[in-house]
């Protein structure tokens, strides 16, 4: 099983960045792919980036040219760099990797004033 803990949310006025953080503790070294999902309340998560073992990634056409995903394999933490971030980017924030479906994180919120 893994854990997984989100930081690095807050509140940011339109335009700006914020960078979150996966930290993924327990079995680290079978996790090779990982997802970073958006909840906004009244609708359902959404994924909103993806990176596989390959180091592909790919975007939700909502968030892409404007949110990267990455890794460090060292720290076993994953990352989601946003940039020009938009009022409709609210929302709580959650990695989750598909060999570990059913394991999220507290996810964290992030808050975009327009």
């Known amino acids: 099983q893994v854990q997984l803990v989100e930081s690095g949310g807050g509140l940011v006025q339109a335009g700006g960045s914020l960078s979150l953080s996966c930290a993924v503790s327990g079995s680290v070294f079978a996790v090779k792919a990982m997802g970073w999902y958006r909840q906004i309340p009244g609708k359902q998560r959404e994924r909103v980036a993806r990176i596989v073992a390959s180091g592909a990634t790919n975007y939700a056409d909502s968030v892409k040219g404007r949110f990267t995903i990455s890794r460090d394999n060292a720290k076993n933490t994953w990352y989601l760099q946003m940039t020009s971030l938009k009022h409709e980017d609210t929302g709580v924030y959650y990695c989750?990797?598909?060999?570990?479906?059913?394991?999220w994180g507290q996810g964290t919120q992030v808050t975009v004033s327009s």
């Open positions: 989750n990797t598909p060999l570990y479906p059913t394991a």
